[in-house]
């Protein structure tokens, strides 16, 4: 059998992998041929993402690709809102910011200073965070770099660059930046203009599916990949990705993309873009064929992840499983926090910045690592809870399950304790969402499979999925969402 293989690049903040995906109508497998570490750099100007490292293991991995057999496409994801400029030769200047960098906070004033928070939320629908790519020009603009500026490509579109020497901005990832109209999406000159943006900077848009360009020769020499194979656009968000691939067929699902974030929302067919959904800070990001992916961002595994890596600094390496089953030993409720709360947001000390919070709020901290795990997936839970709670309200429907995807679902604790705070029942799976919608929507442009009805069919009947329904006491979580206080949703 000579089922048609593609190549996925799915970058993410802390690894990048290249994954072959064979696609047939009742077959798709996934395999991990590269996997590197996604290190970023602190230079004197601030936190940077190592471009060129990430370029070379994914060129590594299409080797690894090449070598596993035939390979029909080529597809490109990472994570949104970061850029590189390009110079008027096509050369790229300086190296990428890194989201999580401090310069924005007082970008984004100057932003709003000019464009009022309610005139860019009419157009663009995007939550405020501020690292959106429209902050983070803002701060660019002070740098000479800045005068030498031709064009603007998100990550992904960077790689595609490199890998093609195409230019284009892809949409999902697109709407993204702040400049992106979610009405029309296009992107919007009227916001462009507004802030006294070049217009020029910003490439044709294109949308998942579309053709990206070809192999360059030296890249399809090094690679091993032949001459002419195709880069395909695909929801080059992974969170895009990531919705694509949600195994739901209920039209009433809500899904949580758990990862270094919690992206948790619902499919929409138009934004939301009243002040009541501005002032609660949900996102409409723009999905495969047009649809809203109307979400919030929470903060997510960052706050587990982030607190083994201070563990670890301190010269302890308790493993993810030991830490789990301590977690599942540890007092229930001992201790609750908005983990959407800006301290968490900068890397460094978590488990410091969460006694903080702990003490600044009456409670006392936890005393050991299980606590402190224990204390993150509760919170977790609530705050998947209150967020899907309020989008429901927010878009004026009934939620009936909640999918929950990406690495984060096979942390069994968290995907129960999510469907007993919500009273939902909880999919689990598949782990890797983004990869799959990366694949797929790359074989759905070469015909194989339909749209997105299809593409979700045969996820569920191809991966493994967990079911959790809601267990224990509700009242218990009410209680703990309450000592939050009014909730920032
Ligand atoms: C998840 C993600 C998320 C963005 C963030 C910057 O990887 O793409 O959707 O908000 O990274």
Not at 160 to 186: C, I, K
Not at 307 to 312: G, K, P, V
């Amino acid at each position: 059998r000579h089922d048609p293989v593609f190549a996925a690049v799915d970058l993410g903040a802390t690894s990048g992998r290249v994954i072959t995906g064979r696609v047939s109508p009742d077959e798709l497998v996934l395999t991990e041929v590269h996997r590197f570490a996604n290190t970023p750099v602190r230079l004197p100007d601030g936190l940077r993402w190592d471009v060129l490292s990430l370029y070379q293991g994914m060129l590594d991995g299409l080797r690894a690709a090449a070598r596993s057999g035939p390979v029909t496409s080529v597809g490109i994801d990472t994570w949104a809102v970061d850029y590189g400029l390009l110079d008027s030769d096509g050369a790229l200047l300086g190296l990428p910011f890194h989201y999580r960098d401090g310069r924005n906070a007082s970008a984004s004033d100057a932003v709003l200073a000019v464009c009022g928070a309610q005139e860019l939320y009419a157009v663009s629908g995007l939550q405020h965070l501020p690292f959106n790519t429209v902050f983070q020009l803002a701060a660019h603009r002070s740098t000479a770099q800045w005068e030498a500026a031709r064009t603007l490509l998100l990550m992904p579109d960077l790689l595609v660059y490199w890998l093609t020497g195409t230019v284009g901005a892809e949409v999902t990832n697109a709407s993204t930046t702040g400049l992106f109209d979610a009405r029309t999406g296009t992107w919007s000159d009227a916001l462009i203009g507004r802030l006294g943006l070049e217009r020029s900077l910003f490439p044709p848009l294109r949308e998942p599916g579309d053709p990206a360009g070809t192999l360059l020769p030296h890249v399809s020499e090094f690679t091993g990949l032949p001459a002419g194979t195709p880069v395909t656009a695909v929801a080059s968000h992974d969170t895009a990705s990531a919705v694509a691939a949600v195994p739901a067929s209920e039209p009433g699902f809500a899904y949580v993309s758990c990862g270094t974030w919690s992206l948790a929302g619902l499919e929409l067919d138009a934004p939301v873009l009243s002040e009541e959904s501005r002032a609660a800070n949900f996102t409409n990001e723009r999905g495969v064929d047009g649809t809203v992916r109307y979400l919030r961002n929470i903060m997510g595994m960052w706050l587990l992840e982030e607190c083994r890596r201070t563990w670890e600094r301190e010269g302890g390496s308790p493993s993810l499983a030991g830490l789990l089953a301590d977690a599942a030993r540890a007092r229930p409720f001992a201790a609750v926090i908005d983990p959407d709360d800006p301290v968490f947001l900068a890397p460094g000390d978590m488990p410091s910045r969460i006694d903080a919070v702990l003490t600044g709020t009456g409670q006392a901290p936890p005393d050991g690592p299980g606590g402190y795990v224990r204390c993150v997936l509760e919170s977790l839970a609530l705050a998947h809870r209150r967020t899907l709670r309020r989008a429901a309200q927010l878009a004026g429907r009934e939620l009936s399950r909640i999918h929950l995807v990406g690495g984060g679902s096979r942390n069994e604790l968290l995907c129960q304790w999510t469907a007993d705070a919500t009273g939902l029942p909880v999919t689990a799976g598949p782990a890797e969402a983004t990869a799959l919608g990366n694949v797929l929507l790359q074989a759905r442009a070469h015909g194989l499979v339909g749209g997105t009805a299809d593409t979700r069919r045969l996820v569920a009947r191809t991966q493994e999925l967990r079911h959790y329904t809601p267990q224990g006491d509700p009242g218990a979580w009410d209680r703990a969402a309450d000592r939050l206080g009014p909730a920032r949703v």
